[in-house]
Nanobody, 122 residues
């Protein structure tokens, strides 16, 4: 069993900052890439940022220069630092972890968290 839990969401004024955390726990051998996604009402879920096990990062154009993704491999935790927040960043933010189980012989499995709400007031 693997659990992925996001935290850190909340209500913030435009221009403010929030830091999201994504913690994976359970029967984990290793974690490959982890991605942060978001879904606004009436819109499709979109990739916001991702980070590989070696630390290579990728960002959506809409958040480049404002968001920073980082990870603590020892703690199986990934962070999303969000600065200069805009109204259009309002969404439920989800974490997706690609986890290698002890028994999976290198195959990774995708696990999603339950999401955390980020609301930016204008």
């Amino acid at each position: 069993q693997v659990q992925v839990v996001e935290s850190g969401g909340g209500l913030v004024q435009a221009g403010g900052s929030l830091r999201l955390s994504c913690a994976a726990s359970g029967s984990i051998f290793s974690i490959n890439a982890i991605g942060w996604y978001r879904q606004a009402p009436g819109k499709q879920r979109e990739l916001v940022a991702s980070i590989t096990s070696s630390g290579t990062t990728n960002y959506a154009d809409s958040v480049k220069g404002r968001f920073t993704v980082s990870r603590d491999n020892a703690a199986d935790t990934v962070y999303l630092q969000m600065n200069s927040l805009k109204f259009e960043d309002t969404a439920v933010y989800y974490c997706n972890a690609n986890v290698v189980l002890p028994s999976s012989r290198g195959t990774s499995w995708s696990y999603w968290g339950q999401g955390t709400q980020v609301t930016v007031s204008s």
